[in-house]
């Protein structure tokens, strides 16, 4: 791992553990062990490491290349989107497992310091608002195509059936606040997924 890398990384778990304002720069240095002007070098300030790390962390992380599901049925872009929110959880759990801290740190946290960053920066709100358009494209992608296979029903309001389904995978994903256990929480995602769609047959 990169210097800028470790200090993303040990960043974000601070800012897991502690939120925005409870994190120093002397706290960043305390768990990368490197001093405060190499801390400097790689970001101009508190503020754009911040940036950076919730660009990484919660924009990288979520987006995805909706030219890949431009073919998928309903069926598929359920196993894409659950796929996705594994691969999410890993790396989040992988990096909480870093900072030493599994039993103070849950999605909870995870959540709280989203809403923190939507709160604070517009960029990243307009960031976050094209990849949730992806995921309605995405669903809507797949309707029409599951529709064109003859998997539903023809006869179905694609846009509000794409709408539904993002806010239930949303909702879904927004009640792991209350889970310790990530993979519980994505499986409760693929069963309402999976029972809605099956209501569109």
Do not use: P
């Not at 909870?108 to 309605?136: C, G, P």
């Not at 994903?173 to 997924?193: C, K, P, T, Y």
């Amino acid at each position: 791992m990169n210097t800028e890398e470790l200090i993303l990384k040990k960043t974000f778990g601070l800012l897991l553990l502690k939120g925005f304002d409870a994190t120093s720069i002397t706290d960043i240095q305390v768990a990368t062990g490197l001093s405060r002007g190499l801390l400097y070098h790689y970001f101009k300030n508190k503020e754009e490491l911040f940036i950076q790390v919730t660009e990484k962390f919660f924009i990288q992380i979520f987006d995805f290349d909706i030219r890949k599901a431009k073919d998928y049925s309903v069926t598929e872009f359920v196993e894409f989107m659950c796929d996705r929110f594994r691969y999410i959880s890993k790396v989040i759990s992988g990096i909480v497992e870093e900072t030493g801290s599994v039993k103070e740190v849950s999605m909870l946290n995870y959540h709280f310091l989203f809403y923190q960053v939507m709160q604070r920066d517009a960029i990243f709100r307009n960031n976050y608002r094209a990849t949730t358009e992806k995921e309605r494209t995405g669903w809507e992608y797949a309707l029409k195509n599951s529709i064109g296979r003859n998997e539903i029903c023809v006869d179905i309001d694609v846009n509000i059936s794409a709408n539904q389904l993002f806010t239930l995978t949303d909702g879904v994903w927004f009640q792991s606040i209350f889970s310790s256990d990530g993979q519980s929480v994505i499986r409760n995602l693929e069963n309402a997924l999976c029972h809605y769609i099956a209501l569109l047959k």
